[in-house]
């Protein structure tokens, strides 16, 4: 039961953007929810992760004191606070306190108010299959009050039945397919393969796959047979599934990734070529 003293699902949210052309079709919101079922070596969003445990030693160390704790709950005064990020690098965690609890109506409220000025909304993480009977309702009251797209970004590990609930809502889904070697992507996520697939499937099925991404890491996914291994998992499913190949790049990213070097431009153009040579259609790179 939340503070309303309804029954509503609370979410938690990390933060949301409220503009962007890389996250999906168009000029989109992205709410980033905080939790995730992957420890991906070369996470860029590594805060998301876990979630905090109102330890307090934040509080402590805050320069700014814009934490307070309370009964097992880290309050955070957004006005004062300057995004140190001592918070984070101090939490045994490794978590932000800097996250808020929503209602999926309080939420839809928040992103309301910049609706006229976008054509959709994304919800990435995290991850987005952790919070579904939340994110559920919040796409129901888009759906019912807005004219907006809605979309996850997912690493797919769920599988298909945790994303049932919201597919009434849901209008595309974009699948991060971390590694399509079973081993690698065992070692890169800490969690196995074969689900991650069967979402793929699962959206593509539905008609509801965006398109598939993969970051190109080094010793992980950017080598040719790392790409024709890709390529014919996908063209397997549909050769027209679009696959967006993403750069590699240290900066956000921590512990030994952060010393990976990123790919060449040399390297992302002849991975495009193979993912084509081995029977996808639409296969782009990022800069």
Request: proline share 6%; net charge negative; aromatic share 8%.
């Amino acid at each position: 039961m939340n503070n309303n003293g309804m029954n509503e699902p609370l979410g938690i949210v990390n933060h949301i953007l409220k503009k962007s052309f890389v996250d999906g079709p168009g000029n989109r919101a992205v709410i980033f929810l905080q939790g995730c079922n992957f420890h991906c070596l070369y996470c860029h969003n590594p805060y998301t992760i876990n979630h905090c445990t109102a330890c307090g030693l934040c509080v402590e160390t805050c320069p700014q004191h814009a934490l307070t704790l309370g009964k097992d709950k880290i309050f955070w005064n957004e006005d004062i606070c300057v995004e140190c990020d001592e918070c984070i690098r101090v939490c045994p965690e490794s978590a932000s306190p800097r996250t808020r609890t929503y209602t999926p109506a309080e939420l839809w409220q928040e992103v309301a108010r910049i609706g006229p000025f976008i054509t959709g909304i994304s919800v990435s993480g995290g991850e987005p299959s952790l919070q579904v009977p939340f994110l559920a309702r919040f796409f129901q009251l888009v759906k019912e009050n807005s004219d907006l797209t809605t979309l996850i970004e997912t690493n797919g590990f769920a599988g298909q039945q945790a994303y049932t609930d919201m597919l009434p809502w849901l209008d595309m889904a974009m699948v991060d397919l971390k590694c399509s070697d079973p081993d690698k992507h065992l070692e890169l996520t800490g969690q196995p393969l074969d689900t991650v697939l069967e979402s793929i499937r699962f959206f593509a099925a539905q008609g509801k796959l965006q398109q598939v991404q993969q970051v190109i890491a080094p010793a992980y996914t950017d080598q040719a047979a790392d790409m024709q291994r890709t390529a014919g998992l996908l063209a397997g499913i549909d050769p027209s599934i679009h696959l967006r190949l993403l750069r590699f790049r240290p900066h956000g990213a921590s512990g030994p990734a952060a010393q990976w070097q990123s790919p060449t431009d040399e390297r992302m153009d002849a991975l495009v070529e193979t993912a084509r040579s081995n029977g996808l259609t639409s296969v782009e790179r990022s800069l």
